[in-house]
């Protein structure tokens, strides 16, 4: 699965809005949802923060692995 599904998909499954998330990882909202679209790709900075935040592994989210 490619990025921005698996993060919409985490988002969605924790009962969040993109607003939430991406004022926890520090990125304006926009910019949040293109991640969502896979339009954009997030800085390793903000990758990290995103992992951090859904307490996943950056393996995971990149599609190395199917476990978080």
Known sequence: MEFG??????????????KQVADAVEV????????????HEPSLETLKR?????DVSADY???RTDSY
């Open 50 to 54: 995103i992992c951090d935040f859904f």
């Open 28 to 39: 304006n909202v926009r910019t949040y949802n293109y991640y969502e679209q896979s339009r």
């Open 5 to 18: 599904k698996l993060i919409k998909e985490l988002r969605v499954s924790q009962g969040l809005t993109i």
């Open 61 to 63: 989210l990149i599609g």
